[in-house]
T-cell receptor
Framework: DTAVSQTPKYLVTQMGNDKSIKCEQN?????MYWYKQDSKKFLKIMFS???????INETVPNRFSPKSPDKAHLNLHINSLELGDSAVYFC????????????FGQGTRLTVV | GENVEQHPSTLSVQEGDSAVIKCTYS??????FPWYKQELGKGPQLIID?????GEKKDQRIAVTLNKTAKHFSLHITETQPEDSAVYFC????????????FGAGTRLFVKA
């Protein structure tokens, strides 16, 4: 059983489109995250949620909107996609706010053309 | 803002040799230091971590050291094997209204057989 699963694995779309990436964890963790990894492999946090509540919202364009319908899911919706949004997006989870991020999803490679 | 610097960006060693990756952090409130291994096409995987009340931790061929005064921490891999080849990330975490983890830029390790 995959601990943190995100879909899709690959996403190719045109500029201006709206797309969503889904993430689910089956670990019973309270806290979930979205990270962006650019072409140079740099990992940067975007959002964190704890029990469906937004905790961290880094300097991310408001075209990015996370949604947590329950504590096992944290989806990422992106409006009006731009070329610079191309990256690998990772979902992750931790036991709670003070826990280590032990599990990342496999990543979603987003390519905006 | 908070920053984690990681060196070297690329490291090539012969199988059986040791590899050392070094990181420095800027946020004196950081109290948890995980290390991740990312293989091609996969998400980062936690391999070892150390908390600020400990100076050294070892797990088989992997060891981490922490110097809180100097704000340095390092990953040591002994008897390297080709399957150790991957990108390694250090990170520093602190709890400031939400557990925030800042990643280093990554070290691409090549182990030559």
């Amino acid at each position: 059983d995959t601990a943190v699963s995100q879909t899709p694995k690959y996403l190719v779309t045109q500029m201006g489109n709206d797309k969503s990436i889904k993430c689910e964890q089956n670990l019973g963790h309270d806290t979930m995250y979205w990270y962006k990894q650019d072409s140079k492999k740099f990992l940067k946090i975007m959002f964190s949620y704890n029990n469906k509540e937004l905790i961290i919202n880094e300097t991310v364009p408001n075209r990015f909107s996370p949604k947590s319908p329950d504590k096992a899911h944290l989806n990422l919706h992106i409006n009006s996609l731009e070329l610079g949004d191309s990256a690998v997006y990772f979902c992750a989870s931790s036991q709670d706010l003070t826990g280590s991020i032990a599990f990342f999803g496999q990543g979603t490679r987003l390519t905006v053309v | 803002g908070e920053n984690v610097e990681q060196h070297p960006s690329t490291l090539s060693v012969q199988e059986g040799d040791s590899a050392v990756i070094k990181c420095t952090y800027s946020d004196s409130a950081s109290n948890y230091f995980p290390w991740y291994k990312q293989e091609l096409g996969k998400g980062p995987q936690l391999i070892i971590d150390i908390r600020s009340n400990v100076g050294e931790k070892k797990d088989q061929r992997i060891a981490v050291t922490l110097n809180k005064t100097a704000k340095h921490f390092s990953l040591h891999i002994t008897e390297t094997q080709p399957e150790d080849s991957a990108v390694y990330f250090c990170a520093a975490s602190s709890f400031t209204g939400g557990f925030k983890t800042i990643f280093g830029a990554g070290t691409r390790l090549f182990v030559k057989a």
